[in-house]
């Protein structure tokens, strides 16, 4: 077996709108295609010898056991494959569930699709569970020593991409509050929300985090220095910089003493209650390993209890106390012995990775040991505590326990004060007492640090106490009540029309004076600029988008390609229009029939906001039916070509929205409220009212704006000033005059897009018809074969060139493929092949006579206009 590819999913996508990390394996079965499990000698016992905790995989069963019993009667091998991808990432401590297994139209390939938690991972895992699968169907098992190695490497994965407890915790709270987010390119920068209305974040600094409140934070003697200035309880201290100052340092305060690094972070290179000069040596020595600056702090120590304070937006939210690394004794165990069972809590884990640390025994901690007279093969008392380390930071192996409903009044006054003086707007107060339930200066306590991005495991699972759910103080500080969380989001899918709809909604929305943020074929647009240019219709493009602190609005036009490769780019959208589902990009991805292609547009309105509305064509059966899957929970509309649709009609009829086209008017019905909204032929993009299909874009758009609150009166100014212009919409329906002839420049490139040209060109032209047709290679033979049948009902004369990437065919071959159906439909009609594309331009302009329209469907736009710009050749 091998796998032909991998894809990932991240957002909501074909296979699931609401499980949006997945990955999907296009896997070739080869010899293994229709050999099922039950088939493969030793195959079952060697899978449940390795894992056997896929006991716990229900499958389709639906009950403990039922994947397994799956594989005793006999499944095939993408399917156990799915199974066993998933079991091995949640082996290595992400636990997933959601998969499937499903066969193409290529014999032996199969999409295998599983849910990822973080991307590196899952891609991991697709290839290790191959690599398992097939061991055992060679030699009837998988080396221990090769799943050790497995999930070590995915447990490193999972630990170099984890965004770490304090940020997951916000972004759930956040995901609870239905806000979306965005993890950045710049690593650990987290968004939040969208467009204008984003917020960042990384861990517990957010974007509103002051700089300067940051960088004073990290200086512990400048923060120390504004902390006494303001009469708030500090410790005596010194800055010292080379060892020499370290003895005069020592007679200015006194033993005990605290020496640490002078801009340290996590408790690295501290050493507290030094009380000889020995021991205040090694501990400079220490803390000028971990200082940045060379600087190293002198402080007098205080005797008391280590407390955590956590002030979020000048709130004090969540007090913790936190205990130094430790075991107790039972009598019997060595120290080190105590340590190995105390990291054997399923809650420990390497670095910030889990809710505490595991404990690591250095040469620091051996000389705390020593300090108590112990070394690690020590065997304590019953009940006895060792202390490991000398600072009670998690990041080190210390525990917390939550005191928020004990700390005083005054207390509380003091750890606010302190993180206004600063400057922080999520600080984590450090403060040494022997109790926080009473005033510090009662008690001799003082404030020893004030913390930028303090963790928050402490206060969200203390080791003891009540947790506290300290995320949503602060996402009520990024979004307090009043303000909005995200901008409307109005995505267009479809087969045809896609592009001008999307620009017309943009133009709509720029009348009302905000900031549209847009994506098409032709280019990504911000306002009136040009942000990116190509085709831009995938996730990454509507990212820029999204991303974007300017935009206020934003409309994506959102093709195919891009959902199946890689879902959308938004969790959701307010608005979600289908313009229409017909014959192109069949075969492609495994889509094959309308149907499938129904499924895929299909995920935008699914995608829908419940309190949103989809715009859906009334006129395309397929796109109708949408509205009745109890996958769409949004409100549905419809726009309709025709007045008197039945589906328009009983819509109406239960008080629904909709726009139709009515003698030569677009209307809104809205129960028995009729409002006529503009008139066709003063709409350009219409050409008159000679475009049927632009009027129907001009439907769907005006309903989209409409819904989103958009006035009448913008919506008309904005219909009779969107003009199917080179400018506005190039390459859609650009009507071009050449003296004594029009040229016609279009996009049509499929059946439906060649009968809706056909309609227009019927409606309009007088004189001669010249074609210059083409299509995208990677279009079934019969969809080519189409496209000649309808040229020659069409046009009076065609000229058949093709595009510069023909996506796979031999040159001449989609050439030969529309021939082929001009010649079925008219054996005589008069057509040539000029496969170059300037070429067959410059002919088709020789060939014009008075009156004629010359209708081009390009492969690049740009390149047609430049040379419709220059003089006509004489034919040489």
Same mark, same amino acid.
């Given at each position: ?672 409220? +009729? &409002?006529?909204? =503009?008139? #066709?032929? $003063?709409?350009?993009?219409?050409? @008159?009212?000679? %475009? ?105 004369? +065609? &000229?058949?060139? =093709?595009? #510069?990437? $023909?996506?796979?065919?031999?040159? @001449?071959?989609? %050439? ?61």
């Amino acid at each position: 077996m091998k796998i032909i590819k991998l894809q990932t999913l991240r957002g909501p996508n074909y296979w699931s709108i609401h499980r949006h990390k997945l990955i999907e394996m296009w896997l070739d079965l080869e010899e293994m295609n229709e050999v099922y499990s039950n088939e493969v000698p030793e195959f079952y016992e060697g899978l449940v010898e390795i894992l056997p905790s896929l006991e716990e995989h229900f499958c389709s069963p639906g009950h403990r056991g039922g994947f397994l019993k799956r594989v005793k009667q006999g499944t095939l091998m993408g399917h156990v494959i799915e199974h066993v991808a998933l079991e091995l990432q949640t082996l290595a401590g992400m636990r997933v569930k959601f998969g499937r297994a499903r066969s193409t139209s290529q014999t032996g390939i199969y999409r295998v699709i599983f849910e990822y938690r973080h991307e590196v991972a899952g891609r991991y895992a697709a290839k290790a569970a191959l690599r398992l699968v097939e061991n055992i169907i060679d030699r009837g098992y998988y080396p221990h020593k090769e799943l050790k190695l497995d999930l070590e490497d995915l447990r490193k994965l999972k630990a170099e991409t984890s965004l770490g407890l304090t940020t997951e915790s916000i972004l759930k709270e956040a995901e609870a509050r239905k806000i979306p987010w965005t993890e950045l390119p710049a690593r650990g920068i987290v968004q939040l929300g969208y467009g204008i209305h984003q917020r960042r974040i990384v861990a517990a600094q957010t974007c509103n985090t002051s700089l300067l409140g940051t960088e004073l934070a990290c200086d512990k003697e400048g923060t120390i220095t504004m902390l006494r200035e303001a009469n708030l309880p500090v410790p005596k201290g010194t800055v010292i910089y080379r060892f020499r100052q370290l003895e005069n340092a020592i007679a200015e305060i006194g033993f005990p003493i605290v020496i640490k690094p002078l801009d340290g972070n996590h408790g690295r290179g501290i050493t507290l209650n030094i009380n000889s000069w020995r021991d205040a040596e090694d501990a400079y020595d220490l803390a000028k390993s971990e200082s940045k600056s060379g600087g190293v702090l002198v402080e007098r120590y205080y005797r008391g209890r280590d407390f955590r304070v956590l002030v979020v937006n000048g709130k004090v939210v969540a007090v913790a106390e936190r205990v130094p690394a430790h075991v107790i004794g039972d009598g019997k165990s060595t120290i080190a012995e105590l340590v190995a069972k105390v990291n054997q809590d399923p809650r420990r884990g390497d670095g910030h990775e889990n809710v505490l640390t595991r404990i690591t025994i250095d040469e620091h901690s051996e000389q705390l040991l020593a300090q108590q007279k112990l070394t690690v093969n020590s065997i304590p008392e019953k009940g006895e505590i060792c202390y490991l380390k000398a600072t009670a930071n998690l990041s080190t192996g210390g525990t917390a326990s939550d005191r928020t409903t004990e700390i005083h009044p005054q207390n509380i006054w003091i750890a606010q004060r302190a993180a206004r003086i600063i400057g922080l707007d999520i600080a984590g107060i450090d403060i040494t007492s022997p109790e926080i339930s009473r005033p510090l200066t009662e008690v001799d306590g003082v404030i020893v640090e004030v913390n930028a991005a303090p963790g928050l495991r402490m206060h969200l699972q203390p080791s003891e106490g009540t947790p506290r759910n300290v995320a949503a103080p602060i996402l009520d500080m990024l979004y307090p009540p009043d303000r909005p969380q995200q901008i409307p989001i109005i995505a267009v899918t479809g087969t045809n029309g896609k592009t001008t709809t999307t620009r017309l909604i943009a133009h709509i929305f720029r009348q009302t004076k905000k900031t549209v943020g847009y994506t098409t074929t032709d280019g990504t647009y911000i306002g009136e600029f040009l942000a990116e240019p190509g085709d831009n219709t995938g996730p990454q493009s509507a990212q820029l988008i999204l991303q974007d602190p300017s935009v206020e609005i934003a409309v994506l036009e959102t093709a195919r390609g891009g959902i199946l490769r890689s879902g959308l780019a938004f969790s959701h959208c307010d608005v979600g229009v289908v313009l229409n589902v017909s014959e192109d990009h069949l075969g492609l991805h495994n889509i094959n029939t309308l149907e499938d292609m129904a499924h895929v547009k299909s995920v935008i309105a699914e995608a829908t906001n419940p309190d949103g509305f989809v715009v859906l064509n009334a006129d395309d059966p397929l796109v109708a039916a949408m509205a009745k899957s109890d996958r769409v929970k949004a409100q549905v509309t419809y726009f309709s070509m025709d007045r008197w649709n039945p589906i328009i009609w009983e819509h109406i009829q239960n008080g629904g929205v909709a726009a139709v086209y009515d003698d030569g008017y677009i209307i809104f019905l809205s129960g028995e409220d +009729v &409002i006529q909204v =503009e008139q #066709a032929v $003063n709409i350009p993009l219409t050409l @008159g009212g000679k %475009a049927p299909f632009m009027i129907a874009n001009a439907l769907a758009a005006s309903l989209a704006a409409y819904v989103q609150g958009v006035s009448l009166e913008n919506i008309s100014t904005a219909l009779r000033t969107f003009r199917a212009s080179v400018e506005q919409t190039p390459g859609r329906m650009n009507l071009i005059n050449r003296d004594n002839f029009h040229v016609l420049l279009d996009y049509a490139h499929n059946p439906a897009g060649y009968q809706a040209l056909g309609q227009f060109v019927e409606n309009w032209s007088t004189g001669k018809r010249i074609g210059v047709i083409g299509a995208p290679g990677d279009r079934r033979d019969q969809d080519l074969h189409k496209l000649g049948v309808l040229a020659a009902q069409i046009f009076d004369q +065609v &000229i058949i060139k =093709e595009d #510069a990437d $023909n996506r796979g065919r031999k040159y @001449g071959e989609v %050439a030969a493929l529309i021939a082929e159906g001009i010649s079925q439909t008219n054996p005589d009609f008069p057509y040539e092949i000029i496969l170059n594309e300037q070429i067959a331009i410059e002919t088709a302009l020789i060939k014009a006579t008075e009156h004629s329209l010359v209708v081009i469907l390009p492969d690049k736009v740009d390149r047609a206009l430049d040379l419709l710009k220059q003089p006509i050749l004489v034919n040489q």
